[in-house]
């Protein structure tokens, strides 16, 4: 299903049904300020592997998250006053900044270093679904693993479903 919500003004009653569809346990492929992302919830384990299929990706190789804000961020993230600083200057924007995870953050999605990947885009269609949500997206760039990403709503739903 394929939605076109305005990128300046996100309607709310769009977003509510991606929010829904990613309550139930689906997935969703949605703009960012550098590319499409595939994104699920982060408490979605079957989502994640499904996006892990999806990408034909290395279950090794760990996804990034979408927050809405740095307060938001330091849920997941230990934030010092350092990184918070650097992240308040450059954020939202096309950056991930990779930090040791908090408990909150569910096993399957932390590295062996014990980091999780934090993104907050500059666009507002994704910060409207996960400030509706009420927690992050996983994330990931929509393309098949080692392919370009594909910058196509139509596209991305013809390639991966």
């Given at each position: 299903?394929?939605?076109?919500?305005?990128?300046?003004?996100?309607?709310?009653?769009?977003?509510?049904?991606?929010?829904?569809?990613?309550?139930?346990g689906g997935l969703?492929?949605?703009?960012?300020?550098?590319?499409?992302?595939?994104?699920?919830?982060?408490?979605?384990?079957?989502g994640i592997k499904?996006?892990?299929?999806?990408?034909?990706?290395?279950?090794?190789?760990?996804?990034?998250?979408?927050?809405s804000d740095l307060?938001?961020?330091?849920?997941?993230?230990?934030?010092?006053?350092?990184?918070?600083?650097?992240?308040?200057?450059?954020?939202?924007?096309?950056?991930?900044?990779?930090?040791?995870?908090?408990?909150?953050?569910?096993?399957?999605?932390?590295?062996?270093?014990?980091?999780?990947?934090?993104?907050?885009?500059?666009?507002?269609?994704?910060?409207?679904?996960?400030?509706?949500?009420?927690?992050?997206?996983?994330?990931?760039?929509?393309?098949?693993?080692?392919?370009?990403?594909?910058?196509?709503?139509?596209?991305?739903?013809?390639?991966?479903?």
């Open positions: 299903m394929l939605l076109h919500i305005n990128q300046e003004n996100p309607q709310g009653r769009l977003i509510s049904r991606v929010v829904e569809k990613l309550k139930q969703i492929a949605y703009p960012t300020d550098t590319t499409y992302g595939l994104g699920c919830n982060i408490f979605n384990r079957r499904h996006i892990y299929q999806i990408k034909q990706r290395d279950a090794r190789k760990p996804f990034s998250f979408i927050c307060s938001d961020a330091a849920n997941y993230a230990q934030i010092s006053n350092f990184a918070f600083k650097i992240m308040k200057r450059h954020l939202p924007g096309p950056y991930t900044f990779v930090l040791d995870a908090t408990r909150v953050v569910p096993d399957s999605l932390i590295t062996r270093q014990k980091t999780v990947g934090i993104r907050i885009p500059d666009d507002q269609i994704a910060l409207a679904i996960v400030r509706e949500l009420g927690h992050p997206l996983v994330t990931t760039s929509a393309n098949l693993t080692g392919e370009t990403p594909l910058h196509d709503p139509v596209e991305i739903e013809a390639t991966m479903g």
